[in-house]
């Protein structure tokens, strides 16, 4: 295993459509626990979306209603909170994790009652993220999950989980495609090593300006303070509603 980490901004210029990603880690200063989550789209329904907040949570919307023709796999809270944790996911299993830790359950047995996306061929796995925020820094530790389709034909489930302890200036990367295609290749191997910045303000930028241009719809970005628990979100949308 190496223990480089790699750039972000490299990663995701050289690749015009990785889908949907989640990066979680530690700044570089070691303060704050970060997370990043962006969708990107090839189809005009799923371009026609933004991310907004409501309470906590932040929620993807249609830009322009009239325009909406399946919202079963794009409308969904991909950023929820119970308690200590942040949920970070790519659809409706943040709903199924959330009830499932109310129900002082965890995060893996919630998507162990879950698989990848029903839109054969492509299968999209599900990607999802949970961040511990104890009431000391040192308990911040995350976990991240990706559950894929175990063939061509979506005839079986392989459910991957990852477990981490924080180190400043380190985070995890996992998306749902190796690149673009028809079929869309699904991610593979564990969540990728990259290098965080000190400030949430420094990875939206990064993030956002290396996304591409045609593909990229919507990020969210937030730290939390892992001492005083401020918190600080940026939210970036390509249309405006």
């Known amino acids: ?20 990603g989640i990066i979680v880690g530690k700044s570089s200063d070691g303060k704050k626990a970060l997370f990043a989550y962006f969708i990107m789209g090839r189809s005009d329904n799923s371009r ?51 009830a499932s830790l109310k129900e002082g359950k965890c995060f893996r047995h919630a998507l162990m009652t879950r698989e990848f996306e029903p839109d054969a061929p492509n299968f999209t796995p599900r990607i999802s993220a ?46 749902t ?23 949430v303000q420094e990875l939206a930028r990064e993030v956002w300006e290396s996304l591409n241009e045609d593909n990229k719809i919507s990020l969210v970005c937030r730290s939390y303070d892992l001492l005083s628990g401020e918190e600080e979100e940026i939210i970036l949308n390509k249309y405006q509603k």
Request: include cysteine; hydrophobic fraction near 30%.
């Open 1 to 20: 295993m190496s223990y480089a980490k790699k750039s972000i901004s490299r990663l995701l210029a050289s690749n015009a459509y990785p889908g949907r």
């Open 48 to 98: 026609n979306r933004v991310f907004v907040k409501k309470g906590d949570a932040v929620y993807t919307e249609p830009y322009d209603e009239s325009k909406v023709k399946d919202p079963s796999l794009i409308i969904y809270a991909p950023v929820k909170s119970v308690g200590k944790d942040v949920i970070v996911t790519n659809g409706d299993q943040t709903d199924t994790i959330e």
């Open 130 to 175: 949970i961040l511990h925020l104890g009431k000391k820094r040192r308990d911040y530790t995350y976990e991240m999950s990706i559950l894929k389709s175990a063939d061509s034909k979506g005839r079986a489930c392989n459910r991957y989980f990852y477990s981490y302890e924080p180190l400043s200036g380190l985070g995890h990367f996992i998306h």
């Open 177 to 199: 495609y190796k690149k673009d295609g028809d079929p869309l290749p699904t991610f593979e191997g564990e969540p990728e090593r990259v290098k965080l910045p000190a400030t």
